[in-house]
């Protein structure tokens, strides 16, 4: 079983900056990508950085140039900076980890973290 939680959401300033942690331990076997995820009220669930195992990150159209994606392995975490936030960004964010375990693929979401952006 592998657990995901995410931090650091909170409400900031349009022009602001945050930055969300997302710790994943349990029993990680292999990972084969790892992804920011946002969902705004109303509004289906979206991608936002996401990297696959020997690929670069991949981020929505959006956030390019805002939103950088980064990880620190020791610690099993990533982190999604965000800077120059607009009221658009206001969302809930998740962080989700697949994992694969000979043929089979496993998806794991954290609980989420909200992101308000308003003045």
């Known amino acids: 079983q592998v657990q995901v939680v995410e931090s650091g959401g909170g409400l900031v300033q349009p022009g602001g900056s945050l930055r969300l942690s997302c710790a994943v331990s349990?029993?990680?076997?292999?990972?084969?990508?790892m992804g920011w995820y946002r969902q705004a009220p109303g509004k289906q669930r979206e991608l936002v950085a996401v990297?696959?195992?020997?690929?670069?990150?991949n981020y929505a159209d959006s956030v390019k140039g805002r939103f950088t994606m980064s990880g620190d392995n020791a610690k099993n975490t990533v982190y999604l900076q965000m800077n120059s936030l607009k009221p658009d960004d206001t969302a809930i964010y998740y962080c989700?980890?697949?994992?694969?375990?000979?043929?089979?693929?496993?998806?794991?979401w954290g609980q989420g973290t909200q992101v308000t952006v308003s003045s």
């Open positions: 990297v696959t195992s020997g690929d670069p990150i």
């Open positions: 989700n980890v697949v994992t694969k375990v000979a043929t089979t693929t496993f998806y794991y």
């Open positions: 349990g029993s990680i076997v292999r990972i084969s990508a």
